[in-house]
């Protein structure tokens, strides 16, 4: 700590360049903070106790095959199921000031949908609303924020699936749930009205009874229709989620190697940078170890300014990333698709051992071979 | 008066150790870069390369893509028997009639994905020239057989000529491997339609392909096929529809995008650092070229010229470096990703082109006048009377 006063100094002593190489960093680590949240956000999508017990069932062949609606009642009457209820993807398309925005839209058996869903929070009389009147809409609030509706405004929603567009009045707002108030569900009797009877389910979705019956549940419903024509794959809400950004293909190995060639990149930057900041005092060094430093001492101290401008970097990056992802509308941004990104502890605390790695090897060699120089040898170096 | 460039290189060679890890540093920012736009560039010419100019795809109104469309069949026998279709040596019209459905199937790595199936006829192959069968035979009619692009066999499971594809409670043959270059069909099985059709009980086509007579006709088809207010269809040019889908970049793009913002001001910096220290090491250099009657603005001109010099050394060997990810690519087969619009496999090739390179050439000469200009600035501001007094 006594050395606390020269480190600082050193740090100071080109304030321009230690402000640049600080910079550097920081843009560097910015961007790394960004790509494992990212990253994160995809593949670990956030599991409560509720969204644990929930799971999904779909044809077998693949999402875009319908189901027939009778399997609900089958489904309900299984082994360990607390309840379900069915939906459909609508394809909604709303016309927002001339251009097409898709919507996570769902035409839904209303009758467990709380049961199924209990972290929806809504106001209990605009759940009772939605719940009595068929021509209405359940609005996610970051949606409605996004489209500007209110409740009771009534909102025209096209589909790119079905030969039908729905007329609806928004009789609740919520929040919470598994897509985290970025849906719209309306009746499923609605929809199949507008569809002339002819309305189809896509997938089941599930409560199971206990954490225990999960697995056991996906089983029996799976052995239930397996010798039908219509098959079904039954899985977690979790497992469910991962098969989307799987089909995305290797975003992981993509997002990791990129990380990796800018910490490399960055790396060689501040190596650089230090070996230059050596380089020009090499007398100075010489001094100190004539004054009696030791050479532990002299490479303890070069080793820690660069740790210490690595860390500062590191630290402002990836805040400046927490900060930044908060204030801006991710909803908006990505259409829709990520509802936020929220820079996590982790994310922070491995971004710091990065800033961290960065600075040991960035000072290592030139510092080690300053710290090595025979004094005689730096005090004549001009 | 021009101070001549050697001069530059030569100071850049002096402290080689530090023109070679700034080089290094911009060179993998700039491979990186690369990288991406291969990526998008892969992914957008496939679809931008699939397609007739003649032909017109006729739809379910409001359905963007195949897989969410679906009408009766009668309406099939109207359209193909307009007046603007062209017809073939037989008299018969130009035009098919196909079904598509998906099928989510495990790659060879394990991941699952969504797969086109097309359920179409001989005609499906004589209407697009582009796609051949290079292996095995076509699909039989009435049979559970199916052809599958190269592409898709390389990277699926169960999709290698003769092997049996589980489909459900069914068995399909993979009985002929098709190519289709650089296409959208590159990422589809195909089949007998009848037989799809019957097997997923959907008695529906999915889009009706017609072949215009002349480029002019096209229109007349379009016109003619969403005025017949009795079906609610979309008439679209073919080519027009695959350019829709390359939408589906818009992903990587933003991420490319992203990446190189942040990643250009990092290696700014870099490049700011370095010109700082050479400059304010050769102080009495400058004095001296400008005692010598060199001007400020040859000074300032000079310096920046070293920086682009230095970051351009970094574009070369990003280019050199990203020799080995495309050779990576080569050897490991085709990407692919999922395309938003069809919700399935979109195969693509990685191609870093010479276009690339020189894009990657540009990016690096910003960041060298970025990061040149500020140093050399101060350079030319510097003072004569103290600069030699020093």
């Known amino acids: 700590m006594k050395y606390l006063r020269l480190l600082l100094k050193s740090v100071f002593r080109n304030s321009l360049r230690s402000v640049l190489t600080v910079s550097g960093i920081a843009a560097a680590l910015f961007l790394i903070a960004t790509l494992l949240t990212v990253l994160d956000t995809l593949t670990n999508p956030p599991e409560t106790p509720d969204s644990a017990l929930r799971l999904i069932s779909r044809h077998k062949i693949s999402l875009m095959n319908a189901l027939p609606t009778n399997y609900l009642e089958k489904i309900q009457g299984v082994e360990g199921v607390d309840s379900a209820y069915g939906s459909m993807w609508f394809g909604g398309v709303y016309d927002y000031k001339g251009v097409d925005q898709y919507l996570g839209m769902f035409a839904v058996s209303t009758e467990d949908f709380f049961r199924v869903n209990p972290d929806i929070e809504l106001p209990e009389e605009q759940k009772e609303a939605w719940l009595a009147d068929r021509s209405t809409a359940l609005v996610g609030a970051k949606t409605a924020d996004r489209f500007g509706w209110k409740l009771g405004d009534t909102v025209h929603f096209k589909s790119n699936l079905f030969p039908v567009s729905v007329e609806l009045k928004i009789a609740a707002l919520y929040e919470g749930g598994a897509d985290q108030g970025g849906g719209v569900y309306f009746h499923w009797e609605y929809f199949n009205q507008a569809m002339q009877n002819n309305g189809i389910m896509g997938t089941f979705s599930i409560r199971a009874e206990s954490a225990q019956a999960v697995p056991l549940v996906a089983e029996r419903i799976d052995s239930l229709f397996n010798n039908t024509t219509q098959p079904t794959k039954t899985e977690t809400e979790k497992a469910f989620m991962l098969g989307f950004v799987e089909m995305m293909g290797n975003v992981q190995l993509l997002i990791g190697s990129i990380c990796l060639a800018v910490i490399f990149a960055v790396v060689l930057i501040a190596a650089n940078t230090m070996a230059m900041s050596i380089r020009e005092r090499v007398r100075e060094i010489g001094v100190l170890k004539a004054l009696g430093f030791q050479s532990r001492h002299v490479l303890g101290l070069l080793v820690s300014e660069s740790l210490l401008l690595a860390l500062v970097g590191a630290l402002l990056g990836s805040w400046g990333a927490k900060f930044v992802m908060g204030a801006i509308d991710m909803v908006t941004l990505s259409g829709g698709m990520i509802q936020s990104l929220d820079v996590n502890t982790v994310v922070l605390a491995t971004c710091a051992c990065i800033g961290a790695a960065i600075g040991l090897l960035a000072a290592g060699v030139p510092a080690g071979r300053a710290a090595r120089r025979p004094v005689l040898d730096s005090l004549r170096h001009v | ?390």
């Open chain 2, 1 to 390: 008066m021009k101070i001549p460039l050697k001069y530059n290189l030569r100071s850049l060679w002096v402290r080689r150790t530090g023109t070679l890890m700034t080089g290094l540093g911009i060179g993998l920012t700039v491979a990186v870069l690369l990288t991406m736009i291969a990526l998008v560039n892969g992914l957008v010419s496939t679809f931008v390369s699939t397609g007739q100019a003649t032909d017109v795809m006729v739809m379910r109104k409001g359905s963007a893509s195949e897989p969410n469309s679906w009408f009766g069949r009668d309406i099939y026998q109207e359209l193909r028997l307009l007046p603007a279709v062209a017809r073939d040596e037989g008299g018969e019209p130009l035009a098919v009639g196909e079904i598509i459905v998906v099928i989510n199937h495990p790659r060879l790595n394990g991941d699952s994905s969504n797969v086109m199936v097309r359920g179409t006829s001989e005609r499906g192959l004589v209407m697009r020239p582009e796609v051949g069968l290079v292996e095995g035979r076509m699909f039989r009619k009435g049979v559970r057989e199916l052809i599958a692009s190269r592409s898709l066999s390389r990277r699926f499971q169960d999709m290698a000529l003769g092997d049996t594809l589980p489909i459900a409670a069914n068995e399909w043959t993979i009985v002929g491997i098709f190519e289709a270059g650089n296409t959208a069909y590159s990422s589809e099985l195909w089949g007998d339609y009848d037989e799809i059709a019957q097997v997923w009980n959907r008695p529906i086509y999915s889009s009706v392909t017609l072949r215009a007579q002349s480029p002019e006709d096209v229109d007349a088809i379009i016109t003619a096929a969403e005025e017949d207010r009795r079906f609610q269809l979309d008439g679209m040019r073919q080519k027009e529809y695959f350019q829709i889908q390359t939408a589906s970049a818009v992903g990587i793009i933003t991420l490319g995008l992203f990446v190189a913002i942040m990643m250009g001001i990092g290696s700014s910096f870099a490049a700011m650092n370095m010109m700082y220290a050479t400059i304010m090491a050769r102080f009495p250099e400058i004095g001296t070229l400008r005692a010598l009657g060199f001007k400020r603005r040859s000074i300032l001109f000079s310096f920046v010229v070293e920086a682009i010099v230095l970051a351009l050394i970094g574009g070369v060997l990003g280019c050199i470096l990203a020799i080995p990810i495309q050779v990576y690519a080569w050897m490991t087969g085709p990407m692919g990703s999922m395309n938003f619009i069809t919700f399935s496999e979109a195969v693509f090739n990685f191609r870093i082109t010479p276009f690339i390179m020189a894009l990657g050439m540009v990016f690096s000469l910003v960041v060298g006048i970025f990061g040149g200009f500020f140093p050399a600035f101060r350079a030319a501001r510097l003072k004569l009377i103290d600069v030699l007094r020093d």
